[in-house]
């Protein structure tokens, strides 16, 4: 299935300092290079996930009390891991969720191990050291939250457009914002919001890519059919909102099979149904999401 519907591939977790950082003196790559030797194998795109994030953070990382102990750590994880796929994972989600989920609680950047210890220029450091190890690379900021009509997600956007023009008014190479879209299947799309969005993003000359999308199904319709209908309209309203404002660079799902997704344990339904929250449902077989993807697929026009 990889092969047959994906020009990118992600790995979705080993990538993370949990998987790499077991140990704070050695790096574990095995699970990263087996997929991207596969991707390369299949002459796919890489998108590397993740350089900084507050979660998947093995425990001695949480044992750091120091500024420069931070500092040094978070800077050398770059340097090792973006230097061993230099030319091979060309595009990198720098830092992860780094803005709080509603940024008129407490200010604008989440509460993690590296914001407390760093303050919001963790973000500075992790992009500047990344571009000076990859100066080719395309370097993203990635984020959740940007879809919906509320003022919460209001303050996201402001913030993110923020952090982007910090970066850039420090010349700090920055070059594309990704948007996670884990969308809510019960809430609606922001369609004028969105295209708002996207329109500073391109006043600040960023691309955009999608770069986790699925749909949140705990509170749809049982009826596998009437879900799946409701999730395609979903991503397609989404999607529209997006490329008629600008194209992004990517689409990227969040895994491809409903076999193989993290709704499931994270969104659980109430009626103990089994999530449906991707293209292709658990036995590969593709679902109207699929239909409404291959509309934007690279080549379709
Ligand atoms: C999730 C994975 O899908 C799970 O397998 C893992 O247990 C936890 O992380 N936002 C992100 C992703 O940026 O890294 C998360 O991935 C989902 C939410």
Not at 15 to 27: G, I, M, P, T
Not at 118 to 126: K, R, V, Y
Request: aromatic content about 8%; overall charge neutral.
């Amino acid at each position: 299935a990889l092969k047959t519907y994906c020009d990118v591939i992600v790995p979705m977790n080993d990538l993370k300092w949990e998987a790499l950082r077991h140990e704070r003196d050695s790096f574990d790559f095995s699970g990263a290079d087996e997929l991207v030797a596969f991707a390369i194998a299949n002459k796919q795109a890489l998108r590397g996930h993740t350089l900084l994030w507050g979660e998947a953070l093995p425990p001695w990382v949480k044992t750091m009390s120091s500024r420069a102990e931070a500092e040094r750590e978070l800077i050398r994880h770059i340097e090792v891991v973006v230097d061993r796929y230099r030319g091979r994972i060309a595009t990198w989600d720098v830092v992860n969720e780094v803005i709080r989920f509603d940024p008129r609680e407490g200010g604008p950047y989440r509460d993690t191990i590296w914001q407390r210890l760093l303050g919001p220029e963790h973000i500075d450091i992790a992009f500047r050291t990344a571009a000076s190890v990859d100066p080719k690379a395309r370097l993203v900021l990635n984020d959740c939250n940007f879809e919906e009509a509320d003022a919460g997600t209001a303050e996201r956007r402001k913030a993110a457009l923020a952090i982007i023009r910090r970066l850039k008014d420090k010349g700090i190479p920055v070059h594309g914002l990704g948007m996670q879209a884990h969308l809510y299947g019960e809430n609606a799309i922001d369609s004028h919001g969105i295209q708002q969005f996207m329109r500073d993003l391109a006043a600040l000359e960023v691309e955009v890519e999608v770069t986790e999308l699925d749909v949140i199904d705990w509170k749809l319709p049982a009826d596998s059919g009437t879900r799946d209908r409701a999730s395609a309209s979903l991503v397609a309203a989404y999607l529209d909102a997006v490329v008629s404002a600008r194209p992004p660079k990517a689409i990227v799902t969040w895994g491809l099979s409903d076999r193989y997704t993290w709704i499931n344990e994270t969104f659980p339904r109430k009626d103990g149904a089994r999530a449906r929250p991707l293209p292709l449902d658990a036995d590969y077989k593709p679902k109207p999401m699929m239909a409404v993807l291959g509309r934007y697929r690279r080549g379709a026009g």
